[in-house]
């Protein structure tokens, strides 16, 4: 059989494709893709010491005031957050989690809650400047299981004129008996510091959700639970579930739990704006 022949301008065409295609790859493989796991897993840990380094370097920079603020959450944060907010410091982000320098002339709250509620942290604290020193727990707080541990780690020092709060998303799974146990332990332990404690109800879980339309009746019935308890307590409402149920396809993302930029601030606001009816009630007291 006779083999093809390729004419001058097709060989030179070959060669020059060759060129471009292998050897920039070539040239560069070993400086910057890693060629197996173990390669990656070293580049990845690379990366991490580097900006470790870079954090540790900050914090030796601050306050003997700040930098006990970031060893809490370095202590509280997980491997899961930390990483993130040392990325976000070491790059000069503002955050959720920012020491707070307080103001002594304003009064002072606490946020706590999940991602949802560290979503909205930074657009509340940004409507009520001026008018309150608003910290947030060193933590994404998850179920109330682990705010009945956590509890006094959040609270800190206790010195606090509104506590914010809300458990609902990741106690979905929850039964429902010890939900309404543990919620109400929660309710009493706040209420102990002396601040005016405001519940926010938990936003909607969407049908479509990837754990199946039944999360988003057992978010609700957990809502109701909650009402309940908080009624049972003298706790106030903030209701965020019925605030955003208006507006969640403009906020929400698709088949999530969470939101894009506009409903974090738009929740961030109604806080605001909850926030600042009680401390102006508590003024009058």
Same mark, same amino acid.
């Given at each position: 059989?006779?083999?093809?022949?390729?004419?001058?301008?097709?060989?030179?065409?070959?060669?020059?494709?060759?060129?471009?295609?292998?050897?920039?790859?070539?040239?560069?493989?070993?400086?910057?893709?890693?060629?197996?796991?173990?390669?990656? @897993? /070293?580049?990845?840990?690379?990366?991490?010491?580097? $900006?470790? +380094?870079?954090?540790?370097?900050?914090? *030796? &920079?601050?306050?003997?005031?700040?930098?006990?603020?970031?060893?809490?959450?370095?202590?509280?944060?997980?491997?899961?957050?930390?990483?993130?907010?040392?990325?976000?410091?070491?790059?000069?982000?503002?955050?959720?989690?920012?020491?707070?320098?307080?103001?002594?002339?304003?009064?002072?709250?606490?946020?706590?809650?999940?991602?949802?509620?560290?979503?909205?942290?930074?657009?509340?604290?940004?409507?009520?400047?001026?008018?309150?020193?608003?910290?947030?727990?060193?933590?994404?707080?998850?179920?109330?299981?682990?705010?009945?541990?956590?509890?006094?780690?959040?609270?800190?020092?206790?010195?606090?004129?509104?506590?914010?709060?809300?458990?609902?998303?990741?106690?979905?799974?929850?039964? @429902? /008996?010890?939900?309404?146990?543990?919620?109400?332990? $929660?309710? +009493?332990?706040?209420?102990?510091?002396? *601040? &005016?404690?405001?519940?926010?109800?938990?936003?909607?879980?969407?049908?479509?959700?990837?754990?199946?339309?039944?999360?988003?009746?057992?978010?609700?019935?957990?809502?109701?639970?909650?009402?309940?308890?908080?009624?049972?307590?003298?706790?106030?409402?903030?209701?965020?579930?019925?605030?955003?149920?208006?507006?969640?396809?403009?906020?929400?993302?698709?088949?999530?739990?969470?939101?894009?930029?506009?409903?974090?601030?738009?929740?961030?606001?109604?806080?605001?704006?909850?926030?600042?009816?009680?401390?102006?009630?508590?003024?009058?007291?």
């Amino acid at each position: 059989m006779r083999r093809p022949v390729l004419c001058t301008r097709c060989c030179f065409f070959v060669c020059l494709m060759t060129v471009f295609i292998v050897a920039p790859l070539t040239a560069n493989d070993k400086k910057t893709e890693p060629t197996n796991a173990a390669e990656a @897993a /070293a580049k990845k840990a690379e990366q991490a010491a580097a $900006i470790n +380094k870079k954090f540790a370097d900050w914090k *030796a &920079t601050l306050s003997p005031e700040q930098q006990a603020w970031e060893t809490v959450l370095e202590e509280n944060l997980g491997g899961f957050y930390l990483p993130i907010y040392k990325k976000q410091k070491v790059a000069g982000q503002v955050t959720a989690w920012d020491f707070v320098d307080d103001d002594p002339k304003l009064p002072r709250v606490l946020l706590i809650g999940d991602s949802v509620s560290r979503g909205y942290t930074q657009a509340a604290r940004k409507a009520l400047k001026g008018k309150a020193n608003v910290h947030r727990a060193p933590a994404n707080c998850g179920p109330t299981a682990t705010g009945l541990k956590k509890l006094d780690v959040w609270l800190g020092d206790g010195n606090w004129d509104v506590i914010h709060f809300n458990f609902g998303i990741h106690d979905r799974r929850t039964p @429902a /008996a010890d939900y309404e146990q543990r919620l109400d332990e $929660i309710v +009493k332990r706040l209420k102990k510091t002396g *601040a &005016t404690v405001v519940w926010a109800s938990s936003t909607p879980i969407p049908a479509d959700w990837k754990e199946g339309p039944e999360m988003k009746t057992k978010l609700e019935e957990k809502n109701a639970i909650a009402a309940k308890v908080m009624q049972a307590n003298g706790v106030e409402i903030d209701d965020l579930y019925a605030f955003i149920m208006p507006h969640l396809s403009e906020t929400q993302n698709p088949k999530d739990v969470h939101f894009n930029s506009k409903g974090y601030n738009m929740l961030g606001q109604q806080v605001a704006k909850h926030l600042a009816g009680t401390l102006e009630k508590r003024d009058q007291k």
